[in-house]
């Protein structure tokens, strides 16, 4: 069992950033992925955002190329989610993920098998 537990999300004005953090415990043996995933009202699905291998291999969103940086600490064992020059289409409940298993595309939301509560993040224009 993997546990994931976000923080960081709150309300910003455009242009302004926030850093998400995805605090991990339990038994990590397996974990290869950590990913970023965020919810919107508009979306109706939890889109990939970031995601991160062991080994520091990145992968982002289109839309959030350039603005968005996903990074690992190993000895916090925490995953960050920098996020700068925030939109308002930006908004969503951001969650953070782990995969231990299977196969599929990183940034697909049936990679990952354990999942955090969520943390909502408002971007007001």
């Known amino acids: 069992q993997v546990q994931l537990v976000e923080s960081g999300g709150g309300s910003v004005q455009a242009g302004g950033s926030l850093r998400l953090s995805c605090s991990v415990s339990?038994?990590?043996?397996?974990?290869?992925?950590m990913a970023w995933f965020r919810q919107a009202p508009r979306l109706g699905r939890r889109e990939g955002v970031a995601?991160?291998?062991?080994?520091?291999?990145?992968y982002y969103l289109t839309s959030v190329k350039g603005r968005f940086t996903i990074t690992e600490d190993k000895a916090k064992s925490t995953v960050y989610l920098q996020m700068n020059n925030l939109k308002p289409e930006d908004s969503a409940v951001y969650y953070c993920a782990a995969h231990t298993r299977g196969t599929s595309t990183v940034l697909s939301e049936d990679f990952y098998d354990y999942w955090g509560q969520g943390t909502q993040v408002t971007v007001s224009s």
């Open positions: 995601a991160i291998s062991r080994g520091g291999d990145d």
């Open positions: 339990g038994n990590s043996v397996g974990r290869s992925w």
